[in-house]
Structures are given as structure tokens and as C-alpha cells.
């Protein structure tokens, strides 16, 4: 009996020895690190995942292809339209084909003969009319033909001309305009197209997949979840009786709890009011409620030397003297 005494007593040195190394709560925090979401932009169903949890990807590594039958659809009907306008564009430059501008030149040459004649006959019958040999009426018949043959003739010049010049500027901007507006419907299809391939928008660790193969992944779902690499910071809920020196630019020490190593240098970079209870990072929190709360983000000095610790973890603050 005597025995399990001295050994009850014993645990309980042991413990009050451990009591007496307990960190004050006001300065105990927690390892964060960037949260990061690659999220979809256009529906589609999984149809390959090339990572797994825990995979550290860099920036611009494939992490899933998805399935969208529509694009290709869109990309044919896109690029029919383009060709049609590009054709409708160049016949608004170059105008009529080689048969059509020969049609015109024979158009223009009997038109020509018809105006030559119609001129001769109408300075033959002036002469005449001058020399009282033929009445008013006569000549006039012949001038009004003349008139119509001349007409006749300077507008099918004029229609030539135009075939060969391509048509009016109004129908070449309209054209262009119905070029470049599927030029850019391609340019759409193909960047939607380009949406089938996530990509990892920076180094990051993948620590959630929210998708398995043959599901659907809506516009805007978080089909990946991870951290950002070597965005580690230590973040702690201190009260303003304990503010004391905390300021931003503050050197201080950063002991991980779950680690037995030396302290780890790092740097006060922020210090705000909190808003709300369920922002606070101590783990056993024994806060006055009268008091107010702040949030003490610190920076370490050296990121590579943290880069391999465990976001959530505890760690205690200590600041330079």
C-alpha cells in the first residue's frame, strides 16, 4: 500500500513539474497557410483526374480534363460562319468574278456603238435643221435618242467600273464587320475550349477533390482545394491587456509545440480587431469578454525553413527582449 502511495506521489510531482512549463494561452496561435480553390468556368463532366491528395503541383500542371461536348459543336458552327463571312469580304473587294466583268465589257462596247450612231445622226440633222431641210419635231426625236444613248452608256461605264473596283466602302466595313464578329466567336469557343484543361493557377499542395470521374462540374464549383506553397504564416488571438510591444515590424519567436526544435524567427506584419468569437486561433482561450480582441499575423524570416509544417498546428509567440 505504502508502495502505490509513493508512486501516486510521484506522478504528481511529475505533473506539477510539466504544470509549471504550461504557455501562457494569450500567446499560443496556429500555422495557416493560403487557401487556394481552382474552380470550373464552363460545365463539364470529369473524365480524367491526374492527381492525388497531398500531390504538390506547379503552376500550370494539368489536374483534371473534363468532357464538353458543346464546345465542338460551337467550334464547328463558329468557324462555318467565319468562312462565310471572310468570302462575303473578299467579293466585297474584289468585286465581280472575270465572267461577269467580261459580260459588263461587252455590255459597255454595244452601248458605246448605239451612243456613236445616235451622235452621228444627231449632227447630221443639225446641219439639216439649220439649212430649214428638216422640221423641228424630226430633229428633236433624234436628239431625245441621242440623249438616252448617251446615258445609257456613261451608266453601264460607271456599272463597270465599280465591278472592277470591288463594291462601295459601306458593303466592305459591313462585310469586315461580319468577319471580325466570327473571328471572335472562334476566339470564344477556342478559350472555352481551353477551359477542358484545369490547370494550377500557382505551386500549391492539393488537399481536396471534390469530384470523382463521371460526375458533372458546374460553372464556378470548386472541383480542387489546396494551399498555396511557402505561404505558411503563424496567426494568434491576443487581447489588448496583452498587446504590450505586438506592433507591426515587431521581431518575435515562434515556437512550434508538436516539434522540439529551436524557435523560428519571424516578424509581426499585422494586427487588427477581431469581429467575431469564431475568429480565434488560441486553443484554450481565457479572455476577458470585457476585452477586446486582435489578430497578430506573423511573417516567418526565412519560408523554406517552415515550408514542411503542419497547417493548423500550435505554436507559441515570444517576443524579443
Known sequence: MK???????????????????KIEPAFMGKIERTQISVVTKVPGTVEKILVSKGDLVKKGDTLAILDIPEVDAKKQQAEGAFKSAEAQYQMAQKGATSAQLRQLQNKVNGLKEQFEFAQKSKNRLEKMLQDSLIPQQQFDEVYAKYQGARNQYEAAKTELEEARTGGRLEQQTMALGQQLQASGAISEVDAAEREKYMTAPQDMSVETINLEIGELALAGYPVFSGYVDQSVYFRFTIAESKLGEIKP???????????????????????????????????????????ALFEVEVQPANPAEVRGLITKASVSLELDK
Open 3 to 21: 508502495i502505490k502511495n509513493s508512486l501516486f506521489l510521484a506522478i504528481l510531482v511529475v505533473f506539477a513539474a510539466c504544470s509549471d512549463k
Open 249 to 291: 515590424g515587431k521581431k518575435v519567436k515562434i515556437k512550434v509545440l508538436y516539434k522540439d526544435t529551436e524557435l523560428i524567427d519571424g516578424e509581426v506584419v499585422m494586427v487588427k480587431a477581431l469581429s467575431s468569437y469564431a475568429n480565434i486561433a488560441t486553443a484554450y482561450p481565457d479572455f476577458d469578454m470585457q476585452q
